[in-house]
């Protein structure tokens, strides 16, 4: 989770395998638990199997250090997920700010191609965007993008290190 790319990306790619095995509902909740009633028995248990097999197949591509955390979570789908975007998607100005920065400063690789320049960079808009809050405005974003202007010039002169690494 914590490699280059992080949980974006591996957010990312265990979304394509959890939508190819047909279980990414369960796991980010569209795919609601059945009553447990006499009538809905049979599709109780099969929501329970999926769980599980999700929560199976995202705990084998977890390091040893995110199954210690998580070992609780690990026969349920959607519990674990819902723990993995808690412990990884912090939603933090200073996360913001970071995303803002290596957004504005992504540049054309040397024999990249345009379509994976814009691939490189619709991922990283999906970073900033999953990176706030549930009530983010637009007034949000505008005195964020205020104050990281002011942080990146500050951060340019050497006698206000110490005032950016306080704000920040």
Known sequence: ?????????????MTGYLNKQRLMRIVNGTRKRPKDTPDTADLLDKWEEDNAAAGGIIWLVLSETERAVLREYMSDGLKLWSAIKTRHNTQKPISRYNNYADFHNMRLQPGEKLAAFCSRAKQA????????????????????????????????????????????
Request: net charge negative; with cysteine; glycine share 4%.
């Open 1 to 13: 989770l914590l490699e280059i790319g992080g949980f974006a990306k591996w957010e990312s790619d």
């Open 125 to 168: 808009m999906h970073h900033i965007q999953q990176q706030r809050p549930e009530n983010y405005t637009i007034e949000h974003q505008d005195k964020e993008l205020v104050a990281t202007a002011v942080l990146r010039a500050l951060s340019e002169d050497p006698s206000c290190k110490v005032l950016v690494a306080t704000l920040l």
